[in-house]
């Protein structure tokens, strides 16, 4: 889907793009002044921006310019009612694609949004805001800046064929990057063969990975191929290579150099054309110390390392992993299940996740069967989340009075004229809580659209909320 960003005057741009093309194919955000198109840039991916010039905040074409310096693929197409010869000039070696007069005509519209479309086409990977997908249905969901360079390495290292090895806890989601980088790779009709060296049985590996030849042993009744050769043309994901053995990593490491294998009880050597993507979760350089890990194959396999945050570091990927796995469940268990209450994101952003994203399907998928209604409360999930640590039981906000909103105001008032109270720390907590008073005012008490129109996340916001003791149903009216 290409998604468009506007600084619009009159909305007449906005109003063509959505009468031009439906709401499928395209997407379009405004931005009302220069400041919050260049955050907006800066925060999600664009194919393409539309600056008014008649808008009395739409900044100077050096302002302009600089969102294509920040995001060199997006382009950008100012629109002005006063065109002139030398404004033209300089927008376009300013870098913008087109200079359009008003009133912007349909047909032109028409022909920028089909070449833009052309060129979402031919992108690598299509990447959302805050899902890298591949293959067809499957995504890696995130929004966290740590997500977001993990995308970015996929991306780079989809298009050359060295060897990876993805490093994370369990659960983080090896994997799903394992098959992000075949499905995006050149290699991607080929196949993708995972084999999880840590559960088969240390006499049986070499065979299950390289195959046997007829009569190698009792029940060798005809020749069987190994994993490398299933995986010829695609990638191999060695997975728990932590747990291979030393007489197996010497073969592994042959493979590695010569790119080729040798049945057990054969003599010839086979070669193999063979992307090889391994993952761990154990401390290799503390294995290779102790002489557990051959450092020659670890230099081999890690000639690119992706290290896969934990959930608990990027808690803000919560709301948005959550919903795509209340989405998956609805469609397995048909049922209609909206959203998350508010306590409940709380309890989940409390939470220390050691078993990562694995175990926030497990809760959510608990959690499915558990709750009655539309709505996945804090009743719904597992018990021992509630309680861990030393977390306090999750409560409501003691309800703030009208009064303590006026006076809070006031005592803000105070400090900011007082130079002995202008400490940092103390000033940011309080504006910060008076943000958040004056956001949920705006925006009625309603949590997700004052999350959303102040570029909070949700879960910094609950956070935020029970911090300061703030009743957003208070801001009601
Ligand atoms: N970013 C993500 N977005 C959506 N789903 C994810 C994400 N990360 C992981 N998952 C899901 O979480 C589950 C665990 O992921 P995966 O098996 O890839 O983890 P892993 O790191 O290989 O775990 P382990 O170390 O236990 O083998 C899978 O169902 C996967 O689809
Ligand atoms: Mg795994």
């Known amino acids: 889907m290409l998604q468009i960003l506007a600084l619009d005057l009159d909305g007449s741009i906005v109003d063509l793009l959505e009468r031009e093309w439906d709401d499928c194919t395209c997407s379009v955000s405004t931005a009302s002044n220069h400041y919050e198109l260049v955050m907006k840039c800066q925060e999600s991916r664009f194919d393409a921006v539309f600056v008014d010039l008649d808008h009395p905040r739409s900044g100077s074409l050096e302002e302009i310019e600089q969102i294509r310096v920040l995001s060199p693929s997006i382009r950008f197409f100012v629109v002005t009612s006063l065109p002139t010869w030398e404004q033209a000039v300089q927008c376009i070696k300013n870098g913008a694609e087109d200079y359009l007069a008003k009133p912007l005509l349909p047909e032109k519209m028409q022909s920028i949004l089909h070449c833009l479309q052309r060129r979402l086409a031919v992108r690598p990977l299509i990447e959302h805001q805050h899902s890298l997908e591949f293959d067809k249905s499957k995504r890696i969901i995130g929004r966290s800046q740590a997500i977001q360079k993990v995308y970015d390495l996929i991306q780079k290292l989809a298009r050359v064929d060295t060897s990876v090895l993805i490093r994370g806890e369990s659960g983080t989601g090896k994997e799903l990057v394992a098959q992000a980088l075949h499905y995006n790779s050149a290699r991607k009709q080929g196949p993708f063969v995972a084999v999880n060296c840590g ?78 993507i391994s993952a761990t979760n154990r401390p290799l350089e503390k294995m290779m110390q102790e002489g557990k890990l051959r450092s020659d194959l670890y230099y081999r396999l890690n000639v690119m390392p992706i290290n896969l945050p934990a959930l608990r570091d990027r808690r803000e990927d919560l709301e948005c ?23 409940a994101l709380l309890a989940l952003s409390r939470y220390d996740w050691p078993g990562n994203i694995r175990e926030l399907e497990n809760v959510i998928e608990h959690a499915f069967i558990i709750e009655g209604s539309n709505e996945i409360h804090t009743d719904s999930l597992p018990p021992h989340m509630l309680t861990q640590g030393d977390h306090t039981p999750i409560e409501k906000p003691a309800e703030p009075t009208p009064e303590d909103f006026a006076e809070d105001l006031k005592n803000l ?45 949700k879960v910094t916001l609950l956070r935020k909320l029970e911090k300061y003791n703030i009743n957003p149903k208070e801001y009601q009216h």
Do not use: C, W
């Open 199 to 276: 559960a088969i049985p240390e006499n049986l590996i070499e065979s299950e990975l390289f195959g046997y030849e007829k009569g190698t042993f009792t029940g060798a009744d005809r020749k069987r191929l190994g994993k490398f050769q299933f995986a010829n043309g695609g990638s191999i994901f060695l997975d728990e290579i932590g747990d291979v053995s030393p007489q197996m990593q010497v073969k592994l490491l042959r493979v590695l150099q010569e790119r080729k294998i040798t049945p057990v009880g054969g003599n010839q050597e086979i070669p193999v054309d063979v992307r090889i």
């Open 321 to 343: 992993l959550a919903g795509f796995m209340i989405e998956k469940f609805n469609k397995l268990h048909e049922r209609s299940i909206k959203s998350l209450a508010p306590e």
């Open 413 to 457: 008032d105070q400090v900011l004229t007082d130079p002995q109270s202008l400490k940092y720390p103390e000033l940011k907590e309080q504006f910060e809580k008076e943000f958040i008073k004056r956001a949920l005012k705006a925006y009625n008490g309603r949590i997700n659209q004052t999350a959303e129109q102040t570029q909070m996340t």
